[in-house]
């Protein structure tokens, strides 16, 4: 299966907002929660957000609660992130996958993709 491509990423002021789209088949994606993650600069790879196969649940990190708000088009076959009120702690390659069994929640990630910077500057 071919991972999804994300895009949207760049140079952004802190306090900022940044909107990432994540794009894949709609067979990739069929079921399957869809979630994005990210990976700062010396960092292990971390949880940012996570939405169910019908967009009725969603799951967030507690760093960015309230700040992050993940939507899913399965029209589109995209699942989009949107970023407000970004900190330089943001920093990071920004990545998508669906989970490879879970229809609910991303716990067992799928194949990863080539991620989107995001730099949150200031």
């Known amino acids: 299966q071919v991972p999804p491509v994300e895009s949207g990423g760049g140079l952004v002021q802190a306090g900022g907002s940044r909107r990432l789209s994540c794009t894949a088949s709609a067979y990739y994606f069929d079921s399957y929660a869809v979630g994005w993650f990210r990976q700062a600069p010396g960092k292990e790879r971390e949880f940012v957000a996570s939405?169910?196969?019908?967009?009725?649940?969603?799951y967030y990190a507690d760093s960015v609660k309230g700040r992050f708000t993940i939507y899913r088009d399965n029209a589109k076959t995209t699942v989009d992130l949107q970023m407000n009120s970004l900190e330089s702690e943001d920093t990071a390659v920004y990545y998508c996958t669906k989970d490879k069994f879970s229809g609910v929640v991303v716990r067992t990630p799928d194949y990863w993709g080539q991620g989107t910077q995001v730099t949150v500057s200031g």
């Open positions: 939405i169910s196969w019908d967009g009725v649940n969603t």
